[in-house]
């Protein structure tokens, strides 16, 4: 009796230790990430520019992602998202995102 226990016990052990692993949270269903320049841009016109601080002021149309509808406000952005041909006044596109309720540009050009 304690043989057959015993052989039971190594066998679900055994069982346990070749079973294949799961993949790691479904991985393969998952799609790529979108990349900024991939994504949906909104459409406004630049009217305050600041670039040593980083902000630039836009009144714009609805901004679908942030499920924002038309204004003027205020974005922060980090160097090199504006390009230096952008000026007060110039009609842009661009991609707006919100991390931990501050609004910034991630993308920004002239609208064709």
């Known amino acids: 009796m304690k043989y057959l ?4 016990l190594a066998g679900a052990t055994l069982a346990i230790l070749l ?13 790529p990430a979108a990349t900024a320049a991939s994504q ?8 305050r520019l600041d670039r040593a601080a980083g902000s630039v ?3 714009h149309g609805p901004i679908e992602n942030l499920g924002m509808g038309a204004m003027t406000m205020t974005f922060s952005f980090k160097k090199g ?3 230096a041909a952008v000026k007060e006044g110039d009609k842009v596109r661009f991609r ?3 991390k931990g309720g501050q609004y910034s540009v ?3 050009e002239a609208a064709k």
Not at 5 to 8: E, M
Not at 40 to 47: C, I, L, N, W
């Open 5 to 8: 226990v015993l052989r039971a």
């Open 19 to 31: 079973a294949p692993a799961p993949a790691p949270a479904a991985a393969a269903d998952r799609a």
């Open 40 to 47: 949906p841009m909104s459409e406004g016109t630049v009217r």
């Open 57 to 59: 002021t836009i009144t």
């Open 81 to 83: 998202v504006v390009p």
């Open 96 to 98: 707006a995102e919100e």
């Open 106 to 108: 991630v993308r920004v």
